[in-house]
């Protein structure tokens, strides 16, 4: 973990970037928040990356609930974002 990735882990942001996740696997509306996510994250803006985060998890787990995405990239996507 990088120095950068420990302070932004202190500040209660999480992203694995080693973990890929296959856009063609994942609906549109996650794909975008991803990239939010990402692009918060790497400017170290822990406010809109934690209010676009809580906002992500219940599309989440609504796709995996309904079919839209499968266990193993429910369970990537939590890992890449740090979601229990």
């Known amino acids: 973990m990088t120095f950068l990735s420990i302070k932004l882990y202190n500040q209660g942001m999480y992203f694995n970037a080693d973990i890929v996740l ?3 696997k994942l609906p549109e509306m996650l794909r ?5 996510l990402e692009r918060f994250y790497n400017n170290g803006d822990w406010f809109n990356y934690g209010l676009t985060l809580e906002n992500s998890v219940p599309s989440i787990k609504a796709f995996y609930s ?3 995405i499968d266990s193993e990239m429910f369970s990537l996507i939590r890992k890449k974002f740090g979601i229990a």
């Open 66 to 68: 309904n079919g839209t």
């Open 22 to 24: 296959d856009n063609k």
């Open 32 to 36: 975008e928040d991803f990239a939010d």
